[in-house]
């Protein structure tokens, strides 16, 4: 390819590359930050959740871009979804405050945390949940 140091006698490694492992480690040292709460956390999306859980997907904008040049610097942003089982509302919602104020303390350093959305009740698999989003932006 155009990157093989035997076609084109240069490096190997492209900004984009260097991008893309950004946008990695951005991602996970936030999952390795909020494992720190003892709950289970999804990196990505999943067919099937175990409760109570975080799922990190990413947000929009994904990406900004702060500085170019040989080290790219740029922030990611990701939306966290608290997920508790809704069996009993008063329960549910006070497990989901559980997990919120364990967000909280959890963030890494330098992390930006926005709003938490009104809760809402949804179907994940066979399970009816109670979840709340917050964007995160985490410098990569």
């Excluded at 170019?68 to 089982?85: D, E, F, K, M, Q």
């Excluded at 329960?91 to 890494?108: R, S, V």
């Amino acid at each position: 390819g155009i990157r093989d140091v035997a076609v084109t006698g240069v490096q190997t490694v492209c900004s984009s590359d260097l991008l893309m492992g950004q946008l990695t480690t951005a991602r996970t040292a936030l999952t390795t930050a909020l494992k720190t709460s003892g709950r289970i956390v999804y990196p990505e999306p999943r067919e099937n959740i175990s409760l109570p859980c975080y799922v990190i997907v990413p947000a929009s904008p994904y990406v900004n871009v702060i500085s170019i040049g040989s080290t790219p610097r740029l922030n990611a942003s990701y939306r966290v979804t608290l997920c508790v089982a809704l069996n009993d509302n008063q329960a549910a919602l006070k497990n989901l405050e559980d997990l919120m104020e364990e967000l909280i303390t959890a963030l890494p350093s330098g992390a930006l945390m926005g709003t938490f959305s009104v809760p809402s009740s949804t179907k994940v698999g066979p399970s009816d949940i109670l979840t709340t989003d917050v964007q995160i932006d985490v410098r990569a």
